[in-house]
């Protein structure tokens, strides 16, 4: 069973960075299309980036284009969110997914299928203060 674990997320203030690590004990995450989901407080979760098995597809949401980065570390089995002039309206759950080896993460037409992830991890607060 793949278990999902994130990390790194926290309280921080407006125009502040995080970088969010999402890891799974025991299992390589190269084989997975991974992505960032988060929802707001009051809000549907929505997707934020995604990275498809061997990085050759990616989505990053349109509203965090400039300040969100995902990128893979291979040899920590890593995936990782940096988020960079944070502001309020990033605050909230993160949650990083794993999805099929087949998933072409930029095929969604400007958007995440939430369906298309089978495996989910507890979820990571961010929380951005004024």
């Known amino acids: 069973q793949l278990r999902i674990v994130e990390s790194g997320g926290g309280l921080v203030q407006s125009g502040e960075s995080l970088r969010l690590s999402c890891t799974a004990a025991?299992?390589?995450?190269?084989?997975?299309?991974i992505a960032w989901f988060r929802q707001a407080p009051g809000k549907q979760r929505e997707g934020v980036s995604c990275l498809s098995s061997g990085d050759k597809k990616s989505f990053t949401k349109d509203s965090v284009k400039g300040r969100v980065a995902i990128s893979r570390d291979p040899s920590k089995s890593t995936v990782y969110l940096q988020m960079n002039s944070l502001n309020p309206e990033d605050t909230g759950v993160y949650y990083c997914a794993a999805g099929s080896v087949y998933y072409d993460c930029s095929a969604d037409g400007g958007d995440l299928r939430s369906s298309a992830f089978g495996n989910w991890g507890q979820g990571t607060q961010v929380t951005v203060s004024s």
């Open positions: 025991g299992f390589n995450l190269d084989g997975f299309a």
